[in-house]
Structures are given as C-alpha cells and as structure tokens.
C-alpha cells in the first residue's frame, strides 16, 4: 500500500556537488528531503523527482509525495494550489480602496 503526503516546497538549496535539499511544508510541519549524488550520503530521493520538486519553488503549485511501503518516493503529482486567502486580501483591498474614492470624491463637493 501505498501512503501520500500533500504540500508544496518552501526552501531550496543546491549544492555544487549535485546534492539539492527541499524544505517541504506539509500538515503544519516541515520535512527535508535530500537528493545526492554521493552513494555515502544519505539521499532519499531520486534525482528526477528532486529536481522536479526544487523547480515548484515559489509558485502556486503543491504537490503530492507518494511513497511505498519501503518508505522511498515512488512518484509526485503536482496541481495549481487554490490561495483563497489571498483571494479573499485582495477583494477586500478593493473595497478599501473604492472606499476611500468615495469619501475624496464627497470632499471636492463640499463649499465652504
């Protein structure tokens, strides 16, 4: 059976060795994962699937980590995330905004 883990990438850091470390944030918690050329090293992902994560920093695409029973990757799925939050920042940011056109545009009208 296999198990899942849903996400997206926060931090890269590639090394000019080869070896790329993820910072993964998933279920309020934070997991690296490591790809490494160095067969002393401990790697625990492939290097297509690493490179793959490390390219979905700073985007708005989360990801999907499958692993098998052995606790080794087998493949991801990524997908556009929804943000509604920042969705819902920048309606309100526009009701500000048409708000504050009003009360200028009540200013100008008003004689003295």
């Given at each position: 059976?296999?198990?899942?883990?849903?996400?997206?990438?926060?931090?890269?850091?590639?090394?000019?060795?080869?070896?790329?470390?993820?910072?993964?944030h998933h279920e309020e918690q934070i997991t690296e994962y490591r790809y490494s050329a160095d067969p002393g090293r401990l790697g625990n992902f492939p290097k297509d699937l690493a490179e793959t994560?490390?390219?979905?920093?700073?985007?708005?695409?989360?990801?999907?980590?499958?692993?098998?029973?052995?606790?080794?990757?087998?493949?991801?799925?990524?997908?556009?995330?929804?943000?509604?939050?920042?969705?819902?920042?920048?309606?309100?940011?526009?009701?500000?905004?048409?708000?504050?056109?009003?009360?200028?545009?009540?200013?100008?009208?008003?004689?003295?």
């Amino acid at each position: 059976m296999t198990t899942s883990i849903f996400g997206e990438v926060i931090r890269v850091r590639k090394f000019t060795n080869g070896d790329i470390e993820i910072d993964f944030h998933h279920e309020e918690q934070i997991t690296e994962y490591r790809y490494s050329a160095d067969p002393g090293r401990l790697g625990n992902f492939p290097k297509d699937l690493a490179e793959t994560l490390a390219s979905t920093l700073d985007s708005s695409i989360c990801i999907e980590i499958f692993f098998q029973n052995d606790g080794l990757p087998s493949h991801i799925e990524l997908e556009q995330c929804d943000d509604d939050d920042e969705e819902e920042d920048d309606e309100e940011e526009d009701d500000e905004e048409e708000d504050d056109d009003e009360e200028d545009e009540s200013d100008e009208d008003t004689e003295f």
